[in-house]
């Protein structure tokens, strides 16, 4: 995964890390198979956000091994069976414990980078 | 984890895509889990990714390539197979995928040398007059117990549910081999050296290779047999030479 416009080194390990918390962002929007959790990561990103779609699928294994999102197998007519996937309510609580540090950290960062440092402890 | 798969799974149990590129790449995406994954989950890896494999190329189409293109670009974009199949082994192994390399052969060598050492000595100690004097007058229960113990992790691998087991099943085989090597070669060295005689000697000796000769054809058996029941569909097999026909 990497920041096409960005093209910064970084970015693939800055993404790596936070790729459970992207997922969970986008099934948190509504249930998708993961073709769809790719093209919505694109959408949302504004096609910045670019993966190697493969990537995705221990991402999506490990959530459901974890109890974070459920699959659930949905027949297509005319087409292979997909694999639909929902966030759970782990799932959320997750989410909103990885929002919250992402929010801290960035926050945290952010002071350092503008040299604040008579900053409140968050 | 299978029981909502197994409706659509077995609709589509022998549905491929009509590309070989397509079947080939998720070849290569399931080989690292080949052995280690029952037949069962692979195909439904292989399902979920084969769809969305199909959606890219459907995407691909309709913004003007052709069939190839499309397949090649979408394949391109799902990326390597190999470390994605990698990627999904570490997700769905139970404990081996977890520990690194050196922490898991530590593993199986305390637990092997543990439990070989234990039941070899536990067998001496306990049944060894006896069994020499009246069971197996010809053969030592050590080389009794030796050739026997290595059909346990066989037996194990046969009802295991599990892809971690066959690694402790090797190593077991192989430990329990090396256990009774070892006792034999203690004995004979320290406490019968003054009483045996040499034919004696090359009895035991003989007796230590042939344990752990059984001790390794065991767990080849156990592997072969792993493979055949338990990573390989037979229908699947089936299908194969139906097709070659």
């Not at chain 1, 970015?11 to 998708?32: C, F, P, W």
């Not at chain 1, 966030?87 to 952010?110: C, H, P, Q, V, Y």
């Not at chain 2, 995928?97 to 000595?121: C, D, E, I, R």
Request: with cysteine.
């Amino acid at each position: 995964m990497y920041l096409r416009r960005c093209g910064l080194d970084f970015g693939r390990e800055l993404i790596k890390g936070n790729t459970r918390t992207v997922v969970l962002a986008v099934l948190n929007h509504g249930s998708q198979h993961g073709y769809g959790v790719a093209r919505e990561i694109e959408r949302l990103s504004g096609q910045t956000l670019l993966l190697k779609e493969g990537t995705l699928y221990p991402v999506l294994h490990g959530l459901e091994r974890d109890g974070l999102i459920a699959g659930q197998w949905q027949v297509s007519i005319g087409g292979p069976p997909r694999k639909l996937y929902s966030i759970t309510s782990a799932g959320l609580e997750e989410l909103d414990k990885r929002t919250r540090l992402w929010n801290d950290f960035s926050l945290m960062l952010n002071r350092v980078i503008e040299g604040d440092g008579d900053a409140q402890p968050i | 984890m299978h029981s909502q798969f197994e409706e659509p799974m077995s609709q589509s149990y022998r549905y491929r895509h009509p590309s070989a590129e397509v079947e080939d790449y998720l070849d290569h995406l399931c080989h690292p889990l080949v052995e280690r994954l029952p037949f069962a989950e692979r195909e439904v890896i292989r399902a979920e990714v084969r769809a969305h494999i199909d959606g890219l190329i459907r995407a691909h189409c309709e913004l003007g390539s052709s069939e190839s293109e499309a397949t090649l670009a979408a394949l391109n974009q799902f990326g390597d197979p190999k470390s994605i199949g990698q990627a999904l082994l570490r997700e769905h192994s139970t404990v081996r995928g977890k520990l690194p390399l050196a922490a898991w052969t530590m593993l199986n060598l305390t637990l092997g040398a543990a439990a070989g050492a234990s039941l070899f000595v536990g067998i001496d100690c306990l049944l060894h007059t006896m069994l020499q004097a009246t069971i197996f007058p010809f053969l030592g229960p050590d080389l009794v117990f030796g050739a026997a113990v290595g059909w346990v992790p066989a037996l194990i691998q046969l009802r295991s549910p599990r892809p971690v087991v066959p690694a402790i099943a090797r190593a077991a085989t192989v430990y329990a081999g090396s256990m009774a090597a070892l006792i034999l070669f203690v004995e004979t060295i320290s406490c019968r050296w003054s009483r045996i005689s040499i034919g004696t000697l090359q009895f035991m000796l003989l007796a230590t290779l042939a344990s752990a000769a059984i001790g390794a054809l065991a767990g080849a058996f156990g592997s072969y047999a792993q493979r055949k029941l338990y990573c390989f569909a037979p229908d699947k097999q089936l299908a194969l030479r139906r097709t070659r026909r």
